[in-house]
């Protein structure tokens, strides 16, 4: 069973309850650092993932690696950058939503 461990929501939340229980106050800088560092995490994943496609591919080509191999870590790089062009349409609707919004 592949699992996503760029974006698992129980670990993000354990994350942030260690973070919370470690500070009493949290300014919205610190969130937004956190935030930062998250995406930042997440980004540099799926890079892994292409780069372990891309090397898994090349074992093939020397015949190191199986087909299905190939296919496994080819399929992850995919979802994972399917996934990540999903999350920044998503994040450029909800900025645009708010833009909209007349105070």
């Not at 106050?25 to 496609?53: R, W």
Request: net charge negative.
């Amino acid at each position: 069973m592949i699992q996503n461990h760029m974006f698992n929501p129980v670990q993000a939340a354990n994350r942030t309850l260690a973070g919370l229980q470690e500070k009493n106050t949290v300014t919205p800088q610190d969130t937004m650092q956190d935030f930062g560092q998250y995406l930042q995490n997440a980004l540099q994943g799926v890079a892994d993932m292409e780069k372990t496609a891309d090397e898994t591919g090349k074992q093939f080509m020397l015949g190191q690696a199986n087909v299905d191999q190939v296919m496994i870590t080819s399929e992850k790089a995919l979802l994972g950058l399917q996934m990540t062009s999903q999350v920044r349409n998503k994040v450029i609707e909800a900025y645009q939503e708010i833009m909209r919004t007349q105070l």
